[in-house]
């Protein structure tokens, strides 16, 4: 896992406390103990985390408002980061909250939306950097207070998430360019850059216990099942910080899952904690994919374009097969993956990314088992990616051998059969008496963005050598 937490600290100690009394263990294992229990409680935290595999992303605030232009020219960079790229003081930006009128937001939607290409969980920015919150906050720079739309929107989207199966779940940035316990970085011709902010002194304290109410709000009130936290790279938030707020937060509920940027600790958009830092429950890669398996959880966060929160002029669209087949990659590798959708001003999503989801969704109707609840691969083939879970091995064809034979490394398992997701009826011929087993395979290719095999076995799939 990523490292020890804090709230489990007591709850350690009075496991191996008792653990002595009724004579479990003896001469110092009580340590052992409780470290293996610590580790059985994070794991039944984890374990729907882990079995989900897929999430939608929603980055949403009043920055869908200008979309990427400010004062009649297009700003570079990602729509969400407007108020610094464009060097907005907080009372220009803040008249973008009396033109946010989201009349077309339709929660169900969103929920049946995530719910039909095969999502497992939804991840809301309940606050960005901008400060803005989209619920109802104890201060007035909400989506209740400070717009014509004068109603919770978060309140609707969990209520959805629970009548479809979905997990709820919430970002929230710890930098604030709104709050005024923070202040530009510099100044670049008399305007504001906000990134990243610095803090007033005397002011952290109060910053931090406002932070908290929000956050007991999201937890108490909202039912978030994780708080993804972003922002943490301000110089006058620490590691220490990270790993109170985690102690904290676990303690108002014990299941929550937290990512790492709560700490200071991430090295860059790779995502993973430096060694030593406090790591949270999983990393976060950013706008990559790891190399290689990674034995930590971990999650890989990818924009359907280049940006996060919607922008007119970004048209620059993933293709359903690239999405799909980052899906699978993840997967592959052991992680998450979580797609963001930006929503327009209006609440709607963009219809590219409405026909991107219904794409993957397709796939994932045939498909799915062989990313839910799986495990990272044994091998890693030419041809596509494999994932395996206790009595299969799935292998996601991405280029169609023309042989008509598809072959991978012997496995230690006895061999129970092989045969096509999309057609499971129809056996595949598998020859496994040599150092490779070699699969007849039909001529053509069943799905071109990737064609799924299904290697049924006796237990856990294990290389023969």
């Given amino acids: 896992m990523l490292g020890k937490r804090k709230p489990r600290v007591r709850l350690n100690c009075l496991l191996a406390i008792a653990a002595i009394v009724f004579g479990i263990c003896s001469n110092g294992a009580n340590v052992v103990c409780a470290q293996e229990a610590s580790k059985d409680s994070t794991d039944a935290r984890m374990q729907w985390w882990r079995e989900a595999r897929f999430g939608m992303f929603i980055h949403w605030g009043l920055y869908a408002v200008p979309a990427g232009e400010y004062q009649g020219r297009q700003i570079n960079g990602i729509g969400e980061w407007i108020m610094t790229h464009a060097n907005i003081p907080r009372d220009e930006y803040e008249k973008f909250a009396p033109q946010f009128n989201p009349v077309k937001f339709d929660a169900n939607e969103w929920a049946q939306m995530a719910k039909q290409a095969g999502m497992k969980y939804i991840v809301i920015t309940s606050k960005h950097h901008d400060g803005f919150c989209l619920f109802d906050s104890p201060g007035q720079y909400d989506i209740v207070d400070a717009t014509p739309y004068a109603k919770d929107i978060l309140k609707p989207?969990?209520?959805?998430?629970?009548?479809?199966?979905?997990?709820?779940?919430?970002?929230?940035?710890?930098?604030?360019?709104?709050?005024?316990?923070?202040?530009?970085?510099?100044?670049?011709?008399?305007?504001?850059?906000?990134?990243?902010?610095?803090?007033?002194?005397?002011?952290?304290?109060?910053?931090?216990?406002?932070?908290?109410?929000?956050?007991?709000?999201?937890?108490?009130?909202?039912?978030?099942?994780?708080?993804?936290?972003?922002?943490?790279?301000?110089?006058?938030?620490?590691?220490?910080?990270?790993?109170?707020?985690?102690?904290?937060?676990?303690?108002?509920?014990?299941?929550?899952?937290?990512?790492?940027?709560?700490?200071?600790?991430?090295?860059?958009?790779?995502?993973?904690?430096?060694?030593?830092?406090?790591?949270?429950?999983?990393?976060?890669?950013?706008?990559?994919?790891?190399?290689?398996?990674?034995?930590?959880?971990?999650?890989?966060?990818?924009?359907?374009?280049?940006?996060?929160?919607?922008?007119?002029?970004?048209?620059?669209?993933?293709?359903?097969?690239?999405?799909?087949?980052?899906?699978?990659?993840?997967?592959?590798?052991?992680?998450?993956?979580?797609?963001?959708?930006?929503p327009k001003a209006d609440g709607t999503f963009p219809k590219a990314s409405v026909e991107r989801l219904r794409g993957i969704g397709d796939w994932m109707s045939v498909n799915g088992e062989s990313v839910y609840d799986t495990k990272a691969a044994l091998f890693r083939p030419d041809w596509g990616r494999v994932t395996l879970k206790n009595g299969a091995l799935y292998l996601h064809v991405f280029d169609w051998p023309s042989s008509g034979k598809l072959t991978v490394p012997a496995l230690a398992n006895e061999l129970n059969g092989a045969a096509l997701l999309s057609a499971p009826e129809t056996a595949l011929a598998v020859d496994s008496s040599g150092e490779q087993w070699v699969i007849e395979i039909p001529p053509a290719a069943a799905d071109p963005i990737a064609t799924v095999i299904k290697i049924e076995v006796k237990g856990m799939p294990k290389l023969a050598k």
């Fill in 157 to 342: 989207l969990s209520a959805a998430c629970e009548q479809h199966d979905i997990k709820f779940c919430t970002y929230y940035s710890i930098m604030d360019w709104h709050h005024p316990s923070q202040l530009p970085d510099k100044f670049k011709e008399g305007k504001p850059v906000w990134n990243p902010t610095r803090i007033v002194e005397g002011q952290k304290e109060n910053y931090t216990n406002e932070m908290k109410a929000h956050l007991r709000i999201l937890i108490e009130d909202y039912k978030t099942h994780v708080l993804w936290f972003d922002g943490e790279w301000p110089k006058w938030w620490t590691d220490a910080d990270g790993q109170k707020l985690y102690s904290w937060l676990l303690e108002l509920n014990p299941k929550l899952i937290v990512n790492n940027r709560i700490g200071s600790g991430r090295a860059g958009m790779s995502g993973f904690s430096q060694k030593g830092s406090f790591a949270g429950d999983f990393g976060t890669p950013e706008q990559e994919i790891p190399a290689t398996g990674v034995t930590i959880d971990w999650e890989s966060c990818m924009t359907m374009n280049d940006t996060w929160g919607f922008k007119t002029n970004d048209k620059n669209w993933k293709s359903t097969e690239t999405l799909v087949r980052n899906l699978i990659d993840v997967a592959s590798k052991g992680g998450n993956y979580l797609l963001n959708i930006g």
